[in-house]
């Protein structure tokens, strides 16, 4: 058996700073987060990039990113973000809202 997966919801794209620096959001947080053995990826949420129902199940847990986008706004990815994170609450798996990340967590 292998060791402990992640998933990134990523909710907003790159500074060029982050990109130079860690090479990107998602290389920043396995660096912040990551242990060895563990698996991380990412899923560019804002970008209407979503784990499907099957791929979801391998997770062990998520995090879900800051953004510059309003936690109670209506654009569709938000709209898709608020279901999936229901859908993760009823699975019972792990899940660390950072800013934006903590607002939409906290709304859904």
Known sequence: MGGKKFGVLLCADDSENVKKRYGGHFGAFVRMLGEEGETWKVFRVA???FPDD?????FDGFVITGSFSDAHGTDVWICRLLNLL???DSMKKKVLGIC???QVYIYR
């Not at 099957?54 to 391998?58: A, S």
């Open 47 to 49: 970008n209407g990039e």
């Open 54 to 58: 099957e791929e979801i199940k391998e």
């Open 86 to 88: 229901k859908q993760l």
């Open 100 to 102: 934006f990340g903590h």
